[in-house]
């Protein structure tokens, strides 16, 4: 029989034990990565959450312990000997950087967490986690650059669109017990071993500026390899190579790093010794402006076994060497793949071509970027298929988009691209002599792997269009590495979407953190020895743009900081913040910053706003935006300096910031109306977000913003100026629940005409034109989340360990919820109201705070749970507004109800 006393103590504590026994570290991450295989830091940082499914009150960490091995046997074994940190008081989960031994290439590592609750008890071990080290010095890879000569089969030089085929054989006396293969190409590689592709990813590498950089791949092969023959085969394709502002060529580099169970060293690299031939497909078009182009597969051509060690590759060319200067970096974003199906809704036949070949029009979903796939029957060996792509039922809207395909023959021919992709839902299929089905035809779209972890929804199916709308946009146009301002004409990543996707979609819906960590590298490359950076990256050219455009590493490392607390991407950021801000204040005269481009279009202000405006550069328009650009530009810059620890010289960008924001007020602010330059909702947007206008005027220039939208009723504002109006808006405003009216609108100029009249995606101008996949007006995702939902970061607590739940109450909705998925855990922001009651429904996670902004028009009447604020654990009342009361809340969940009447 158990004592009394100690069953009264082991019934105390057993409620304590069982909920510290449910909470688990999970969600592990290095480098913001799942398992990353390859990566190229010497000190990676470790990321957990809490899983809590009670989800307790103010569940927190108070310490953590880690633990890192060089296998998972010595992992379970306790045995930690890269690193065991022991136990380290800390409420820190999110990039704990790794302290243990130096790390090597090729290094496998293996990591598990646990952690101290609030109360002192103690986790379960974590699941482990896994990451390898690719190649960290020059010396470690082993064999040359190579490319290609003459064709084998015509002793005839190769034209740059085809794609090839490249082997290599290899000869194992056992299969190993690990294996991982590095491969670097100059365009896009698909990698084979003994025939199965190593893995789903497609478009590999991830694009970067390619004359200056080049990302590798590794891939963990040990489970393709076998005792014996094995053959590791390159599928080829030029991609970006062909790009004529990269000064460069097609290329490969390879380098294997193997063992065997008994510790033998497996290694292999690219040399002459390996083979190639042509392949059976080849791009169409010339990787330009309007003509990006298709691909042609004849599959009169395909091989169906070259990629296998039976296959006799004798008469295949060997490899030439050739040199590359360029910097080789681990892939450390997330890869391209293949992430939805779109299917076909509609197929008409429509008659014949001049030439008496049949003519089929097929109707796709919705539009999307990638590949796609379609399945002829009855077709004769040499019949010639011919694809086009469009975006919308207009010849001007297919943009070159035109695909080949060369029947084999027999039961069924399949075309899918592989190299290139197209754009569009439109698609006009010449040549079928038997009319498809609706299922012999489908999109495959692609995006850049990033986990969604944001959703929203309303009582208004308007709103709920456009968010989601918003979302596909971003989606259609992130599909290698970065977002373009469109997939088919220019296929370019133009600064100011950048920022305005960074903010306002990427970073609030989806796991984007490797991601931008990319991209902040991708402007420094692209910045000239003067300081000026390219408007467009990881590409380098001459189109139109301005400082907004040029500033998008500033600006995209601003929001990765805010949203994960990353100082390393300020880090990253500096050097050519600088630079670049040294650049501008060498164009500065008389106190502001003057047109450093000869040509106007290089100096733009706001464009493709309503209307068809677009304010040029040599105009006061695009003086005063840029700058005003520039003073936000050295106001982060600043903020940055200090948080990193480099504020050598920073006086300097502080005195110029000081000179700067009066003379612009002075030179375009008119006091008799409020207004600076002429007024538009973008240009008083952008004096009250970067501190142009003096605390004292704010009210008045405020007014004037807030008329502007509620009597012209629409957003007067263009793709440099959306990331300004709406950043303000949502971020500084009192009066966010304003864009109620420009966003439940219909007519044109909305985001409600695009859905209106048909759109799946948004255009290039509010009026219609061409290019109906574009970026210039995404973004508007932000209001729902930031705004209706209520869901922001702390900007003076960035990284989610603390952060804001503020919802507006727009008009007559009745309902809004919002969803996020930050470091920490999930964010939930639910409202409803019912009459003149409010209820608000808050999730925070473990580990973290929210400062909540509780709409009530009568506070005392406010109650979470069914109890007074005063008495509901986990609460702290801060402080208490006209139409709103201030709270702090630790983690768990909350119903908040209060008496609300607008």
């Not at 190229?40 to 310490?63: E, L, N």
């Not at 309007?290 to 060319?317: F, I, K, M």
């Not at 005195?655 to 924001?661: H, V």
């Not at 855990?825 to 473990?846: A, K």
Request: with cysteine.
């Amino acid at each position: 029989m158990i004592p009394i006393k100690k069953l009264f103590t082991a019934l105390l504590l057993a409620p304590l034990l069982a909920s510290a026994a449910e909470v688990t570290p999970a969600g592990l991450r290095t480098e913001h990565l799942v398992d990353p295989i390859g990566i190229d830091v010497t000190v990676p940082r470790f990321s957990w959450r809490m899983d809590d499914p009670a989800h307790a009150t103010g569940r927190a960490q108070s310490a953590y312990h880690v633990r890192v091995a060089t296998s998972r046997e010595l992992l379970e074994n306790g045995q930690a000997d890269l690193w065991d940190s022991g136990k380290v008081a800390s409420n820190q989960s999110h990039l704990i950087p790794y302290a243990g031994q130096p790390l090597a290439s090729n290094v496998e590592a293996h990591w598990k967490v646990r952690v101290w609750t609030e109360d002192g008890n103690t986790t379960e071990w974590s699941a482990p986690a896994r990451f390898t080290v690719g190649l960290l010095e020059a010396e470690d890879w082993k064999g040359p650059w190579i490319t290609y000569g003459d064709d084998p089969a015509t002793k005839e030089p190769i034209p740059t669109e085809k794609h090839l085929w490249f082997r290599r054989d290899l000869t194992l006396t056992e299969a190993p017990a690990s294996a991982v293969i590095h491969v670097a190409t100059i365009g896009y590689h698909e990698l084979h071993i003994n025939g199965t592709q190593a893995d789903d990813r497609v478009l590999a590498p991830t694009q970067t500026r390619l004359d200056k950089r080049v990302q590798y791949v590794s891939y963990d092969i040990a489970h393709l390899l076998r005792a014996g023959d094995n053959t590791i085969a390159l599928h080829y394709g030029p991609g970006w190579s062909r790009y004529r502002f990269f000064e460069t060529s097609p290329a490969i580099r390879v380098q294997l790093h193997g063992t065997t169970a008994d510790g033998e060293v497996i290694r292999l690299s690219s040399d002459t010794s390996w083979r190639y031939r042509v392949a059976a497909s080849e791009n169409i078009g010339d990787w330009r402006w309007g003509d990006n182009g298709g691909e042609r597969l004849d599959a009169r051509r395909l091989v169906p076994d070259w990629n296998l060690p039976s296959h006799d590759a004798s008469d295949w060319a060997h490899a030439v060497e050739t040199e590359k200067d360029v910097i080789l970096s681990a892939e450390m974003a997330p890869p391209s793949r293949v992430i939805a199906t779109i299917p076909a809704v509609e197929i008409k036949a429509v008659g014949t071509t001049e030439e008496g070949e049949p003519l089929h029009e097929v109707l796709l979903e919705k539009n999307f970027t990638g590949y796609l796939r379609i399945h002829m029957r009855g077709q004769s060996r040499g019949d010639r298929i011919v694809i086009t792509t469009a975006d919308a039922p207009s010849p001007d809207s297919v943009f070159n988009q035109i695909s080949e395909y060369i029947c084999a023959g027999g039961d069924e021919d399949v075309f899918q691209h592989r190299f290139n992709y197209s754009a569009g839902r439109y698609i006009t299929i010449q040549g079928l002599k038997e009319n498809p089905r609706l299922e012999d035809i489908t999109g495959l779209a692609i995006f850049n792997e990033m986990e969604r972890i944001g959703s929203f929804t309303s009582s208004n199916e308007l709103f709920n269009r456009i968010y989601e709308t918003d979302l596909w946009t971003y989606i259609a146009n992130t599909t290698e590495g970065f977002t373009a301002d469109c997939p088919h004409r220019e296929r370019l990543g133009y600064g100011e979407v950048a920022f305005a996707t960074a903010w306002g979609i990427g970073l609030p819906n989806f796991q984007s953190g490797a991601f931008y960590a990319k991209s902040v590298r991708d402007w420094a490359d692209v910045q000239q020895e003067n300081g000026w950076i390219h408007h467009t990256a990881p590409q380098i050219n001459r189109h139109f743009g301005g400082a907004m455009w040029s500033s998008a590493g500033l600006n995209v490392a601003a929001e990765t900081y805010l949203h994960h607390g990353d100082l390393r991407v300020l880090e990253a950021n500096h050097d050519s913040a600088r630079r670049w801000l040294d650049f501008l204040h060498s164009h500065v005269e008389d106190g502001l910053l003057t047109s450093y481009a000869e040509y106007w279009g290089r100096f733009l202000g706001d464009w493709a706003a309503p209307g068809g405006r677009n304010e040029r550069g040599n105009s006061p328009e695009g003086q005063y935006f840029n700058n005003c650009v520039y003073a936000k530009n050295l106001a982060d810059f600043i903020r940055h300096a200090k948080l990193i620890g480099r504020e050598d010289g920073l006086h300097i960008y502080e005195e110029r910031l000081a000179e700067l924001l009066p003379r612009i007020h002075s030179e375009f602010y008119n006091p008799d109306t409020g207004i600076y330059g002429n007024g538009t909702q973008v240009q008083q947007a952008f004096a009250l977000l970067v501190g142009v206008c003096p605390p004292e005027l704010q009210d008045k220039v405020r007014e004037q913003l807030y008329k502007s939208i509620v009597e012209r009723g629409y957003l007067d504002m263009g793709s440099s100026g959306l990331p300004v109006l709406l950043k303000y808006m949502t971020e500084q405003s009192e009066r966010a629940e304003l864009l109620d009216i420009p966003l439940n609108r219909t007519e044109l100029p909305s985001y409600g005409f695009f859905l209106e009249t048909g759109q799946t995606t948004w255009p290039e101008h509010w009026e219609p034109r061409t290019s109906n996949i574009h970026t210039c007006y995404t973004g508007i995702a932000s209001w729902f989340m930031k705004s209706v939902a209520g869901i922001r970061p702390d900007p003076c607590h960035p990284g989610y360990q603390q952060f804001l739940i503020q919802p507006v109450i727009p008009g007559d909705l009745t309902f809004a919820e919002g969803q996020t998925e930050s470091p920490y855990g999930t964010i939930r922001s639910r409202w409803e109201r019912d009459g003149d009651r409010l209820t608000l429904e808050v999730t925070v996670p473990p580990n973290a705070h929210a400062t909540i902004h509780l709409p009530t028009s009568d506070p005392a009447t406010a109650t979470v749970s069914g109890k007074s604020l005063a008495q509901a654990p986990g609460i702290e009342r801060l402080e208490q507004g006209k139409d709103h009361l201030v709270l702090r809340a630790t983690a768990g969940k909350y119903r908040f109800e209060s008496h609300y009447a607008q």
